[in-house]
């Protein structure tokens, strides 16, 4: 569900208010054992019998997404999942001009100046996708500099040896990317992460246009520096930083392919609109392959680009009125990763789970991996609370992992686990928006409502709690219908947008499309009797109710 910033305002005002008025009905019950006065409520808690289904999923909508996972990484609990990036390529500009005029005007009259083949050459053509960053800083909070007095980074969101070496390829997709769904197309075209959606890599590639076998992921910046001025000797520009840029994954790529298909087509009438472009150039397909230790990337595309640097010459009349070329110059011309863009995933020996209505564990996997199913209550139970009139103080899920599984099996753990509404179509619970704590920091926004990573003094996850006391009360005092849940991993919880997944049974799932970009996984006890009591998954409720 995505609100507009003048609905989530009112709605984080409305639950703050009501908030403050479940706090205030808290302490008038707790307050009434007075002198004299007999108490009319009372107030206890109670556990109730949970269900937790595992749901494995067998692929998940990734076109749209935020970021993009590219790599492979292998665990002794969830197998190994291997990804590679389809991209459509679309113009930095519409009907470019290569030079200082256009392939019509230069070939019009060669007697004339401004008619004379500029004779545009390409001189480099690279791949720029910018990693997740963080400034490295010094004890005292400020960042830390290099040689050149430019700040350092540290990559963020790579997972497994990024000092490895490995091989890295970039190909021409030949596949047209549409927008809109087959028969009728009125519907948009949604793309998967395995089938139904066709294996790019496999079935529609032809130009290689990079393979490095050798690259290997750096944190060092780009420095672009200034082009000497020949009107100042006494100083060499060219030794001056002009601009710096963040670590990115960079790629040389094939300058002959770009200077037949682009510089070289400058006319074309493919170049005339984004629609015509993505038909010509249909994208690229970049994949990973000789990865000897795990190592994965989360990347974000919507700064990726592909530059193509190249030079021209220019003309001028001598004194004898004879055209001349008597200048080198050189631009650039950028084409950005943009349109539909996919993230495929194979996925190996992924466990089996059990999948009854009462797991005694629950396998949560993001990317192409697996969700819970999880039912709260009992017809008896909350016919129990509407009829004794409960009101819910706080109602909590609390989900310990299960660390002999997890240990020594190279898991990456999440830091978060997320509750939505599995029947009304992934949105969130009540307790989401009326969570006061909501902040632009996404590992501590909303820690309210909860479902952030406890853990022990060894640093190893513990449990995640969940606090769903607004959705219990709207059930219980209002009637409103007591739907199924799913919980999934996430990591930011400030962004719910949804994917649509499909089940191993080809059933269709909307789930938070932060789940689908997630590589995390864990393993929690469920809610089987099997489960010691103290590590069991059921429902804590404290409340208050009329005494009798």
């Known amino acids: 569900m995505i ?64 970021l993009y996972q590219l790599g492979k990484y292998t665990s002794g609990v ?12 679309t113009l930095n500009a519409t009907s470019p ?7 019509e005007r230069e070939m019009a009259d060669d007697t004339l100046v401004s008619t004379i083949d500029e004779e545009e050459l390409v001189t480099r053509v690279y791949l720029d996708i910018p990693y997740f960053t963080n400034v490295v800083l010094d004890e005292e909070g400020s960042a830390v500099l290099d040689d050149d007095d430019t700040t350092t980074y540290e990559l963020d969101s790579i997972y497994g040896d990024s000092d490895q070496e490995f091989g890295i390829k970039v190909q021409r997709l030949t596949y047209y990317l549409g927008d809109y769904a087959a028969p009728d197309f009125t519907d948009d075209e949604k793309y998967y992460s395995s089938n139904p959606t066709p294996d790019f890599l496999t079935n529609y590639t032809s130009d290689v246009l990079a393979d490095k076998g050798d690259f290997k992921i750096s944190n060092e910046t780009i420095k672009i520096y200034k082009e000497d001025d020949p009107d100042t000797e006494d100083v060499d ?17 094939d300058t002959a392919f770009f200077q037949q298909y682009i510089i070289d087509q400058e006319d074309n009438t493919a170049f005339k609109n984004v629609s015509n472009f993505k038909e010509y150039m249909r994208g690229i397909v970049i994949n990973t392959y000789d990865i000897s230790d795990n190592l994965l990337m989360l990347l974000d595309l919507s700064e990726a680009k592909i530059t193509i640097e190249y030079s021209y010459t220019s003309a001028s009349e001598n004194d004898e009125g004879v055209v001349e070329y008597d200048t080198t110059n050189t631009s650039s011309f950028d084409i950005n990763l943009n349109g539909n863009m996919i993230q495929k995933t194979t996925t190996t020996d992924f466990p089996s789970m059990d999948t009854s209505d009462d797991t005694e564990l629950i396998y949560l996997k993001g990317v192409q991996g697996s969700m819970a199913q999880i039912d709260l209550l009992d017809a008896t139970d ?43 179509e992934g949105i969130p619970l009540m307790d989401y928006a009326f969570d006061p704590t909501a902040t632009s920091v996404a590992y501590s926004s909303r820690y309210v409502h909860g479902g952030i990573i406890e853990k022990d003094d060894d640093d190893d996850a513990v449990k995640y709690k969940i606090r769903l006391t607004e959705h219990l009360n709207n059930i219980v005092r209002n009637d409103s ?43 929690l006890y469920g809610s089987s009797a099997t489960v010691p009591e103290d590590k069991r998954l059921r429902l804590e409720v404290f409340y208050t109710k009329p005494s009798n």
């Open 3 to 66: 609100k507009n910033s003048k609905t989530c305002v009112q709605t984080l005002a409305w639950g703050i208010l009501l908030l403050m008025v479940l706090s205030s009905c808290k302490k008038d019950f707790s307050n009434l054992d007075l002198p004299g006065v007999s108490p009319d409520f009372e107030t206890d808690v109670a556990y109730f019998k949970t269900y937790a289904k595992n749901v494995r999923l067998n692929s998940v909508q990734t076109d749209g997404l935020s």
């Open 97 to 103: 001009r290569f030079g200082l005029y256009s392939q």
């Open 481 to 523: 219908v007591n739907v199924s849940l799913g919980l999934v991993v996430l990591s930011d919880i400030n962004a719910v947008t949804t994917s649509t997944v499909r089940t191993v049974s080809e059933e269709e799932v909307i789930i938070p499309a932060g789940s689908t970009t997630n590589p995390s996984g864990t393993i």
């Open 382 to 424: 909350l016919e129990t609370m509407r009829d004794e009139n409960w009101l819910i103080n706080e109602a909590n899920l609390t989900f310990y992992v299960d660390r002999d599984d997890l240990d020594g099996n190279g898991v990456i753990e999440p830091n978060r686990i997320f509750l939505f509404n599995l029947d009304e």
């Open 237 to 253: 520009e060219s030794e001056e930083i002009e601009e710096v840029l963040t670590p990115r994954l960079r790629l040389d790529l």
């Open 78 to 89: 969830y197998g190994t999942e291997e990804s590679y990036i389809v991209s459509q390529l």
